[in-house]
């Protein structure tokens, strides 16, 4: 008799009070625009474009009309996955490592997956791709997308699909989509919590071709007060990528109304950070990587059929992306993992209109800090501005508003010593010399390695991004997120990682590489402390750019990207702890040795 079988009148048992236990629970979907500015949508009054879908979900519930995120992406994500300000969370920067969410930190979906949710994450991650800093050990039990920040290909990229290495289908946005639906699809007898994380209109400048068609001679009778910085190649382009993320929007919302789940979900509609170009952002001064008005106010818009909001509503008190997590695990029922203090609030009454405590939100990078209240913000050169008066920042009223200034400045002065541990010093300002948030403040160098080696998730990643070249090795941009060693022509060029291996034993070694046939035959060698393996560079691999991509020409600061193929290089015996993963040649009989994008292992036992 076989005991592990359920027999059909059980499972009806089972299946039935689970539905019972989770019949209030609402569904949440959370949508997250990439460098989508707050003024590209048409319900905020841009006539450039339409956005029908998106604008739905304010009509029939709440816009949060004054809502404040980070200057640039990975920052954001750590906020809303954390309820936390990103400094204490370990989140310098936007790549070479510095992106990561500390171990320590709790996400939303851990909330979620405790509470019994199905938890999916699709797209765009930023917050660490090695395990466990991967979204599949941060409480996403489904994953799909890409963990790097700025991605290189758009259409058929490579992708992650919970650790395993994959190929993409079509254009990325579609393909998350496509994903995000099937997930809810399978999940629909339990509740879920689908994170849909889109990376447009991040460039490069890359769009299906029937939304370019109708952008590229559209006239853009709104433009950016910004008078004669606006490029309109660029804006024609992310108002068509915005068409078409709000297509995609609109097929999400239809699917729960085909699910009969759409008077029961929770719907949220952010961006991470200011446009990433000069063009209509409501007079706002500034765009993405600054720290005024126009950098770090985001559209935010939730609905929630079945909870106590009046469509069409506005919440005009101040919020932000800290305040997501305490907000939707109030709403849900669903109860916080981690005890570490949360920033934000839960924001649940005042959606429905009740008043909110007065309260500051400041906003930080790269040195600068800003803090805004409901009447004021102070900007990172300490001039203050009426924001109610003023929403534009043109005038500086600190010298006639001595103590409100100097109230807001203590308060920055005390943000900045309690998240980062710093006095207000010359070294904090944004005018301090040096590259990257932590030299700007003074902060030691991010020392964490890049974790090698788990049983739960054997194959561990190792990109060009996080890696540091010698020599004459440099990157194919200056942009490391997607970028990949080129220029290798010398027995003292080597690339190396920091890493620090969980588990000893033995490791499989692909290189992901292209090569010239004048280049071909290199030896390499691989070694980590006491071990190493040599192999040959080949066969010869030398494919073109992908340069018919792009919609319209990428910054000369982003890789153009290129087919890269797997060297197999062997097996290295690899021993726990920390230490250099150093890649070198010893043989060159060409005139170099290859390109790479990443360094793969696999752990064999």
Not at 212 to 221: E, L
Not at 271 to 293: A, H, L
Request: proline share 7%.
């Amino acid at each position: 008799m076989r005991f592990n079988m359920i027999s059909p009148l059980v499972a009806v048992v089972l299946m039935t009070t689970a539905t019972s236990v989770f019949a209030d629970k609402p569904n949440v979907v959370v949508f997250l625009a990439d460098d989508s500015g707050w003024g590209d949508y048409s319900i905020n009054g841009n006539s450039n474009l339409k956005t029908p879908n998106i604008d739905s979900i304010a009509r029939q519930g709440v816009t949060l009309d004054r809502f404040y995120v980070c200057p640039v992406c990975s920052p954001t994500r750590a906020e809303f996955l954390t309820g936390r300000y990103h400094p204490r969370c370990g989140v310098r920067g936007v790549s070479t490592g510095q992106e990561r969410l500390n171990l320590d930190e709790k996400t939303i979906a851990d909330a979620f997956a405790n509470a019994g949710y199905a938890t999916g994450a699709f797209g765009k991650w930023h917050n660490g791709s090695q395990w466990p800093y991967h979204p599949n050990a941060r409480g996403f039990r489904e994953y799909y997308g890409f963990t790097s920040g700025h991605w290189g290909e758009y259409f058929d990229p490579p992708l992650d699909h919970n650790g395993r290495a994959i190929r993409g289908k079509g254009y990325t946005a579609d393909d998350f989509t496509n994903h995000a639906i099937s997930f809810m699809e399978a999940s629909k007898e339990k509740p879920f919590f689908t994170y849909i994380a889109f990376n447009t209109p991040h460039s490069p400048w890359a769009v299906p071709d029937n939304y370019w068609q109708k952008f590229k001679d559209h006239p853009i009778p709104l433009r950016t007060h910004e008078g004669g910085r606006e490029n309109l190649p660029e804006t024609r382009c992310a108002l068509a990528m915005m068409e078409n993320l709000d297509w995609n929007v609109g097929r999400v919302l239809a699917k729960l109304q085909e699910l009969k789940l759409d008077r029961n979900t929770i719907v949220v509609y952010f961006s991470d950070n200011g446009p990433n170009t000069w063009r209509f952002n409501g007079g706002m001064k500034g765009r993405k990587g600054t720290t005024d008005e126009g950098g770090v106010r985001s559209a935010c818009f939730m609905k929630w059929p079945a909870g106590d909001f009046k469509p069409g509503t506005t919440m005009r008190q101040i919020s932000g992306a800290i305040d997501l997590l305490p907000t939707l695990c109030g709403m849900a029922g669903v109860t916080r993992v981690g005890n570490k203090p949360l920033d934000g609030i839960n924001l649940s009454e005042a959606l429905k209109g009740k008043p909110l405590p007065e309260r500051m939100i400041f906003s930080a990078f790269n040195g600068n800090i800003s803090v805004r209240t409901q009447q004021h913000r102070l900007d990172n050169t300490d001039a203050l501005y009426d924001m109610v008066k003023d929403p534009g920042q043109t005038k500086n009223i600190a010298s006639e508003n001595t103590a409100v200034a100097k109230r807001l400045k203590d308060a920055v002065t005390s943000w900045r010593k309690e998240v980062y541990g710093l006095a207000d010093t010359p070294a904090t300002k944004a005018e301090a010399k040096g590259k990257g948030l932590g030299k700007k403040l003074g902060l030691p160098a991010d020392e964490r390695p890049f974790p090698v080696g788990y049983p739960e998730f054997p194959v561990t990643t190792l990109p060009a991004r996080d890696g540091i070249s010698h020599g004459g090795i440099k990157r194919s941009a200056p942009a490391p997120n997607c970028s990949y060693f080129v220029n290798w022509k010398s027995k003292e060029d080597f690339i190396t990682w920091d890493i620090e291996v969980n588990t000893p034993g033995s490791y499989e070694v692909v290189i992901h590489y292209t090569c010239r046939e004048k280049d071909a035959g290199a030896t390499i060698e691989l070694g980590f402390l006491n071990n190493k393996i040599q192999g040959k560079v080949g066969p010869v691999w030398d494919p073109p750019l992908y340069t018919n991509q792009d919609t319209i020409p990428r910054p000369p600061a982003e890789s153009i990207m290129k087919e890269f193929r797997p060297l197999r290089l062997g097996t290295l015996k690899m021993e726990k702890g920390r230490g250099l993963l150093k890649l070198n040649a010893s043989d060159i009989p060409g005139e170099g040795v290859m390109d790479v994008r990443l360094v793969e292992l696999t752990l064999k036992n």
